[in-house]
Nanobody, 129 residues
């Protein structure tokens, strides 16, 4: 079992950057596929990015368009999401998630929020135009 706490959200202007952090406790993040999801008001929760247990493989939603980078720090037991060139449509609550029983190589499972067993409380990202 693992507990996840997100931080780093805030209000930025379009074109700006934020780095979100997901700090884990209770178990090392190395045993989990880790992912970021986001949810805007009135919309379904959607996949943003995922990273493999080893940290070698990553996957991104199409809307990321090369702007975001997911990474791991095993020493800090933390997963990051570096977000650059932010757009107003990126405004959402961003959630960190963890799962131990699926592979990032399966595109159907990695983007499905129901595959993930552990979630953080979310951090708000707001991008002004």
């Amino acid at each position: 079992q693992v507990q996840l706490v997100e931080s780093g959200g805030g209000l930025v202007q379009g074109g700006g950057s934020l780095r979100l952090s997901c700090a884990a406790s209770g178990r090392t993040v190395s045993v989990y596929v880790m992912a970021w999801f986001r949810q805007a008001p009135g919309k379904e929760r959607e996949f943003v990015a995922a990273i493999s247990r080893s940290g070698v493989s990553t996957a991104y939603a199409d809307f990321v368009e090369g702007r975001f980078t997911i990474s791991r720090s095993y020493a800090q037991n933390t997963v990051f999401l570096q977000m650059n060139s932010l757009k107003p449509e990126d405004t959402a609550v961003y959630y960190c998630a963890a799962d131990s029983d699926h592979s990032i190589l399966d595109p159907a499972r990695r983007v499905n929020s129901r595959e993930y067993d552990y979630w953080g409380q979310g951090t708000q990202v707001a991008v002004s135009s």
